[in-house]
DNA sequence: CTGTTAGCGCGTTCAT
DNA sequence: ATGAACGCGCTAACAG
């Protein structure tokens, strides 16, 4: 590699002066214009690039931002790639690099957070879930000085100090069920997670009129699987419970529930229309393809990076978190 | 964050010294016991961790290693999260950092190639499938000196410059065939895209005495989703084909052929077994789950690490291509 | 057994 | 308009 010695030896000037050239940080002196010309195009002929080590020594800047990511949602749901990639595009735009891990549990998770403040990244990007242990790492963390942003599957921050990127689960229930109501669904049954998500189908139902049947509420609250869809529906069925309309919490659960009304002899979409959550990519091929909310995760990450960002370079304003809109994905099943 | 400087002012010793004892690098010579015994103490007190770019100048490594995902087999099938857990597994292990880079096509590849050679990362895995053009770029930079893993699809390296940790396609051809065929299988339909996958299954059939009917034999070369895989059922059917076993190329072309199956009243596994290949995390809650080869990509990625070390630190030292075996997963599809 | 010196490549005063 | 000198934190060669 070309260092600026080289390009300085060449033009028998001074190093310093090629490095202020190049990183246009002349002050109130300007260089002879064809000096700078000509220390540019050296510069490019010899195919010179900043050395990043030598750089961050001395800025103290390490130009990389970490990125540790809680497996966030189902298997096969593709919501890690999603955030990843928005991450990924807007780091490069940043021209920032990126050091990425996966973790699929706390303990990896506080391991991680121990390379942080050891001059290895400038901030940090934390996303999916988030236990309280590990919550309050990071408030030390942002404590001893590195910037924080979560992209959260939820729309409130951890804390102030903590701003997030997030989803308003409201918003997800009421798209789905808002969906349902106008293809004509009057007896919505609801497997039922995050309380924001119900809130969202409670509203949107009591808007329309329609009551909420405290017996096709089906408690999910910690299994996504598609056991859970399936579980659902078979207890309505046996408890000859009358449903034309099913919102699930995941894609998974409402491909459960799918696969167990087929099986009855059921009809998707004639019997039973059928929302699921996450857009996973085996919506499209799934035993009838599958209308879902998106979470947008590429927009999340983006936001991210871009908040993150903000942090580093302006360590003084503070942040506000935001959320990202989700969106109706319409297939067959509806 | 303390630094070498901290300790050696805190003990009243040289910087070389307390960095001799802490890298254990003493040469011939020994220091007091009760020294080293108290730099390590202190070190420890003091919370020193070495300054990863101050070393990455001098020692001109950067214990950072690039990896480079093109985005491997179809959405959802979680096969890029497998390969990134297998590498970052294994990267933590050998200490380094890793600069992940996930990209969609040849373009985005091309411009992450031009920020190898420039101080950044001591190595390159590649992964995924690559093309023509990329793979002449990854020679030239092996030649200019970086190292380069490939851990591709197939089993043969790219070139012998560039070692690869890959996947022998014959045997997962024959695996497959070969549950099918102790199943009882007498007709087997085959999705047809390399090759050596197709070599496989004639293997098995003609071991058995079975014959290979060219009319169950279904062109889907490039086209690896559920559509190829219902048409070629419906294409069979439609024919008249009998036929009572299947091997698709992917799990989302074995869905799509089980959903058409289904479609037309047909059951799986009764009337016909159904063989995917990835081992998606969908093929536990497809319509019938799915019996499918495993690609066994931690494995794959943590090999890779393994290779790309050895290539980084024993430069001189030629490496061999390896092969990862691929596992069966057997469900009820078959 | 330990310290001195030099230098990795760059950015930043402060002189000239 | 330009350059000399210093320091970021660390390692390595060489002296004692």
Redesign the pocket.
């Known amino acids: 590699?070309?260092?600026?010695?080289?390009i300085?030896a060449r033009l028998?000037?001074?190093?310093?002066?090629?490095?202020?050239v190049?990183?246009g940080?002349?002050?109130t002196?300007?260089?002879?214009p064809e000096?700078?010309e000509a220390i540019r195009r050296t510069a490019e002929e010899l195919g010179?690039?900043?050395?990043p080590?030598?750089?961050a020594?001395?800025?103290?800047r390490q130009d990389v931002i970490g990125v540790f990511l809680r497996m966030v949602g189902q298997g096969g749901t593709a919501q890690n790639e999603a955030l990843a990639k928005g991450i990924l595009a807007q780091a490069r735009r940043h021209n920032q690099r990126l050091l990425i891990n996966f973790c699929s549990d706390d303990e990896e998770m506080q391991m991680l957070c121990s390379l942080v403040g050891r001059?290895i990244l400038d901030g940090l990007i934390v996303g999916g879930f988030v236990r309280e242990e590990i919550f309050r790492e990071l408030l030390r963390l942002r404590a001893e000085g590195t910037p924080i942003v979560t992209a959260m599957t939820g729309a409130a921050p951890l804390s102030p100090e903590l701003p997030n990127v997030g989803i308003d689960q409201r918003q997800v229930g009421r798209l789905a069920a808002a969906h349902l109501v106008e293809r004509g669904c009057r007896r919505i049954g609801l497997l039922c997670s995050m309380d924001e998500r119900t809130g969202g189908c409670r509203d949107v139902l009591g808007a329309a009129g329609l009551p909420v049947c405290d017996e096709l509420l089906w408690p999910a609250r910690y299994n996504l699987t598609h056991r859970a869809g399936a579980e659902a529906v078979e207890h309505w069925l046996d408890g000859g419970l009358a449903f034309d309309g099913l919102v699930a919490q995941s894609d998974e659960q409402a491909v459960g529930a799918m696969n167990a009304l087929v099986n009855r002899g059921l009809r998707v979409p004639d019997d039973v229309r059928v929302v699921g959550i996450d857009d996973a990519p085996y919506c499209d091929f799934a035993i009838v393809p599958l209308t879902s909310v998106s979470h947008n995760l590429e927009a999340v990450g983006r936001q991210a990076v871009d908040m993150l960002m903000a942090a580093i370079e302006r360590p003084s304003e503070p942040l506000k978190s935001i959320c990202v809109e989700p969106m109706l994905h319409v297939r067959a099943s509806s």
């Open positions: 590699m070309a260092t600026l010695r080289d300085a028998g000037v001074s190093e310093s002066l090629v490095s202020k190049l990183r940080r002349m002050g002196t300007k260089a002879r000096l700078i010179y690039a900043p050395n080590a030598a750089q020594l001395v800025r103290g001059n």
